[in-house]
């Protein structure tokens, strides 16, 4: 089956720096891909959808300027969190899919971020 | 609003059945969906089922959805020791992306 793969999965950074998490679709082409964030024992928010070659589509309460979201092919988007503060600290996860039925959306395994 | 709702835990022995339950709260929800979510990985599509249908069965897997009272269930027969993970229930509100994810059930299953 499609494999999305994460990197890092697991980071702890210092309040104020940025972390930048990637996405990959390994064995197919993405035209879209989404990123969630899931708080413990929550459920996973969608925070904004990125297609390849345009700007991402953010969900209301989200901070376009904080979650910098860059989708430059068809089998890559990444998430920079800026001026990270520990209240950003969570675990990230993103999707791909080859169309909108969400039936062809596959997950990544997770970004596990922690800021001191 | 949009809220989907699950028990946080649940234990069940090798072999029995494993019944998990979703309520959701918007009655416009077109699909309903049950992800599993082992440690490392990435959530896997178990089944998913429209709305203008009760109960969708696929092996051991059994989806009985009742509009009325906005409930999901996810029945596993024969349930195994690698059935154990966190399952979430997913609905949408048209066939495009946006999902809304209940919390995630935690299912242990004891040998």
């Known amino acids: 089956g499609a494999v999305v793969s994460q990197h890092p999965s697991r980071v702890i950074c210092k309040s104020g720096t940025s972390v930048k998490i990637e996405c990959r679709s390994l064995?197919?082409?993405?035209?879209?891909m989404f990123w969630y964030r899931q708080f413990p024992k929550k459920s996973l928010m969608l925070m904004a959808t990125?297609?390849?070659?345009?700007?991402?589509?953010?969900e209301q309460g989200v901070e376009k300027d904080k979650f910098l979201i860059n989708h430059a092919s068809l089998t890559l988007s990444t998430l920079t969190v800026t001026s990270a503060h520990p209240e950003d600290s969570s675990f990230y996860i993103c999707s791909a899919g080859t169309g909108f039925r969400t039936d062809t959306q596959y997950f990544g395994p997770g970004t596990r971020l922690t800021v001191l | 609003g949009e809220d989907v709702e699950q028990s946080l835990f649940l234990s069940v022995r090798e072999g029995d059945s494993s019944v998990i339950n979703c309520t959701y709260t918007d009655s416009s929800s077109t699909y309903l969906y049950w992800y599993k979510q082992e440690p490392g990985a990435g959530l896997q599509l178990l089944t998913y089922?429209?709305?203008?249908?009760d109960m969708k069965q696929d092996q051991r897997l059994t989806v009985l959805l009742n509009k009325k009272d906005k409930h999901l269930s996810l029945r596993i027969a024969d349930t195994q020791t690698g059935d154990s993970a966190i399952y979430f229930c997913a609905e949408s509100l048209d066939s495009s992306y946006k999902l809304i994810f209940g919390s995630g059930t935690r299912l242990l299953v004891r040998p």
């Open positions: 089922i429209f709305s203008n249908m």
């Open positions: 064995d197919f082409q993405a035209t879209t």
């Open positions: 990125s297609n390849e070659g345009s700007k991402a589509t953010y």
